[in-house]
Each structure stands twice: as C-alpha cells, then as structure tokens.
C-alpha cells in the first residue's frame, strides 16, 4: 500500500475538495454580509493555510475585494516573503506589505530578557493590531487561517491568531487543507515546504508538536469520535503518540472558549442569550 507523509493512503481523511470550496466560498460571503462587509482582508504568512484562505476570499469575494498583508518582521524567512508575494499574485489580489519589526522591537527593547518564544507571540498579536486596524480603513473584515488540528492542540498564539470573527479553516485538518490547497492551485512550493508559524528562526510546526501531522490528524479524528487507545495504536500509531495527542487537546481546551464569565443572571451573555439563533431571528 502507497505510504503519504508516514501515513498510508487509506488513512488519509479525504474530503470532495471541489463541494468544499464550494461551501467555503458561501459561507465567507455570507458570513461578511450578515455583518454588513463586502470586503475581506487576509493576512498572509507565506504558508498553506493563509494561501487557502486567500484563494477562498478571492473566489467568493472578487479579488477586488481581498486585501492581502504581508507582515514580516526582521527575523522573517526570506521564504516567507516570497510565497507571500507568490500566492497573492496567483490569485489576483493586491499585497500590501508593512515591516512589523518596528512595532515588536519597541516592546522587546523595554523588555531585555525577553525570550525568542515570547517575542514570537508578541509578533502574532502585532500582526493582529494591523489586521483589525486595516480592518477599520478598508471596512474588510479579517478572515481566520487557523487550522483544526491547530485548534484542538491550541497550537496558536491566544488573542491572535484566533482573534478574526470569521474562519473558514476551523473544521479541517492539516491534511484536508493540504488537499484543498492541491484542488485550489496554491503554487506547489508552498504545499510542500515544512510547515513553520515563523515566529522564530528555524522553528517549525511538527519539531514543537512532536508528531507529524499526517499522523496526528488520524489520531485527533479517531480520538473525537470515541474509539479507544487500543484500537488507535492498532491502526498502526505509538501509544505514545496517542498519548501526546490527547494530552495536547485535552489540556487546550481554555484556548477554544470565550472568557470564563461568572453567571449571576438568567440573561447571561452566551450562555442564555444571543445564540446564532437568537440574533438572526431578531432581524
């Protein structure tokens, strides 16, 4: 059997790429119109999920409508800029691109012992400031690019990369946008590269994780769906591997929720009030 990225291919968790794009591109429109927005803005990191992201936007949107940042700091892969650059010529939407360093700097220097994981974050929440404040001159609202299989490990910088309103990407797997990246033509390089959140030179996703993602994703479906340890490993994974990857969801799961409010009402917002539900019927 053809083995993919330390998988074998009947593992893998394949979608209909073509329906989900599709599906994609409704519900970005219509999640921007319900809020009052015709414009969107992506930024875009030189990576996969960014790349996808983007090539959703412009299909849903008009590539008129999509305003690509390019956010680089001084630490910045030269890669990183270049995809940037490439995924956004291919799909036909502007790049604007504002140098970062500047801003993450200025905090670092007032903080000398400042660690290259913390200047990391502080470089995600940077990247957000000039996402929501873009957001205000363009009246384009920020799309998500953050991942399933980021979501469940709470592999993301908190009040960042998950602050965006609007995520396409937060119901598939790495590997599913892997394939949707295939189906949407994001230039091949940028499917194939390690994939790295760039916030420190020569880190990547799956060296701080632990585990590939290929395999993790296997896992993850596996776990959510109830299947037992036992029968995990018996499709070909290390109980170690189970056990990493259900400590990191586990152990996350404050990361994926709306701050904690104490309830001392029955009108308590998001508890009781202003479901999807209760605000759209208001209309």
């Given amino acids: ?63 008129e409508n999509v305003h690509a940042l390019s956010l680089p700091h001084k630490d910045s892969s030269a890669d990183s800029r270049k995809h940037a650059e490439l995924v956004a010529k291919r799909f036909g939407v502007t790049l604007e691109t504002i140098d970062i360093t500047a801003m993450v700097e200025g905090y670092a220097r007032l903080t000398p012992q400042i660690t290259a994981r913390r200047k990391g974050n502080v470089m995600a929440r940077a990247r957000m400031i000039v996402s929501f404040d873009k957001s205000e001159q363009y009246h384009a609202l920020p799309l998500g690019t953050g991942n399933k299989t980021e979501r469940l490990f709470g592999y993301f910088t908190w009040h960042a990369d998950d602050a965006p309103p609007i995520n396409p990407l937060g119901d598939l797997y790495k590997t599913q946008v892997w394939g949707l990246a295939e189906f949407l033509d994001v230039p091949p390089e940028i499917i194939r590269k390690a994939p790295t959140a760039d916030l420190e030179p020569g880190q990547t996703d799956e060296d701080d994780l632990g585990v590939r993602y290929r395999r993790a994703d296997v896992i993850l479906e596996h776990y959510l769906k109830g299947y037992p340890d036992e029968y995990i490993v018996n499709l070909g994974f290390t109980a170690e591997e189970v056990t990493l990857v259900k400590r990191r969801v586990n152990r996350t799961h404050y990361k994926r929720h709306l701050p904690a409010v104490a309830l001392l009402s029955s009108t308590a917002i998001n508890e009781f009030y202003l479901r999807p539900l209760d605000f759209k019927l208001a209309d």
Avoid: W
């Fill in 1 to 63: 059997m053809k083995v993919v990225r330390g998988v074998t291919a009947g593992e893998r968790l394949e979608l209909n790429y073509q329906l989900v794009a599709e599906a994609l591109q409704r519900f970005i429109h219509e999640e921007l119109s319900d809020r009052g927005y015709q414009q969107a803005i992506v930024s875009v990191s030189g990576g996969v999920d960014s790349a996808v992201t983007l090539a959703l936007a412009a299909r849903a949107l008009g590539p």
